[in-house]
């Protein structure tokens, strides 16, 4: 008989986070969803779920939706971290505060579930964790200094993970997008694109859903680009 598979996304109440829940369900997982807005708990009641109303930056709230997932189904599978968006101004007039804002909004919303999960993941035999990151990370720009910060941290969190955890069967990678349709559109922002398109929500639920399939299972500790291009790995 095969086992339920169970996911929990966190900040997924709208844009990448509720469509990997979405993309997940489709897929036949059973969905957790940890949102701020409301959304992402009544996104898993309408997918057949659970969910929380609370905050990534909160240990309580991640706690409640990692028990709640845990009573229902007994197990978590996979872990999707998502998150909202963090302090923007030029690099000098970032305040001290505004940067750990920073860090809680683009770092430790991935270290923490990831600290409750993994445990959980080790004692049943494996899972999979996919942090949504930023094609920023490793070719900064100014148009999101603390975003691209953190995330180059997470970029070096997840490979020091992957190193301690492989041999667990825990896989983690992180995906990179670049302009998505979540984000406001510009014509500028567009034609930098060599797709010449914004991608499309759908496209990054897809590629975090292949991330967390056994299809993938030799993959971690990575950085997958989901940009049409604008970056480039050396």
């Known amino acids: 008989m095969s086992v339920e598979k169970i996911a929990l996304i966190t900040a997924g109440g709208s844009g990448m986070g509720a469509a990997a829940a979405r993309k997940l369900a489709q897929d036949g997982y059973r969905v957790a969803v940890l949102s701020s807005s409301g959304k992402g708990e009544a996104l898993a009641q309408e997918l057949g779920g659970v969910g929380v109303t609370g905050s990534n930056q909160s240990n309580d709230d991640l706690q409640r939706v990692v028990d709640l997932a845990m009573e229902r189904w007994g197990r978590i599978d996979a872990l999707v971290n998502s998150a909202g968006h963090?302090?923007?101004?030029?690099i000098l007039d970032i305040t001290d505060e505004d940067w750990r804002k920073g860090m809680e909004v683009y770092f430790l919303n991935a270290?923490?579930?990831?600290?409750?999960?993994?445990?959980?993941?080790?004692?049943?035999?494996?899972?999979?964790?996919?942090?949504?990151?930023?094609?920023?990370?490793?070719?900064?720009?100014d148009m999101f200094p603390t975003s691209a910060v953190f995330r180059a941290g997470l970029a070096s969190f997840t490979k020091i993970?992957?190193?301690?955890?492989?041999?667990?069967?825990?896989?983690?990678?992180?995906?990179?997008?670049?302009?998505?349709?979540?984000?406001?559109a510009t014509d500028?922002?567009?034609?930098?694109?060599?797709?010449?398109?914004?991608?499309?929500?759908e496209e990054i639920a897809a590629t975090i859903a292949f991330l967390v399939s056994d299809g993938a299972g030799y993959i971690t500790?990575?950085?997958?680009?989901?940009d049409g291009g604008i970056t480039r790995a050396v």
């Open 86 to 90: 963090g302090p923007r101004a030029p």
């Open 111 to 141: 270290v923490r579930p990831t600290r409750l999960v993994a445990p959980i993941m080790a004692a049943q035999g494996g899972g999979a964790i996919v942090n949504i990151s930023t094609a920023w990370a490793f070719e900064p720009a």
């Open 161 to 184: 993970f992957a190193d301690a955890y492989a041999a667990k069967n825990i896989r983690i990678n992180n995906v990179l997008p670049g302009w998505i349709d979540s984000l406001p």
């Open 188 to 201: 500028v922002r567009r034609d930098s694109v060599p797709m010449g398109r914004y991608g499309k929500v």
């Open 221 to 226: 500790g990575q950085n997958i680009r989901v």
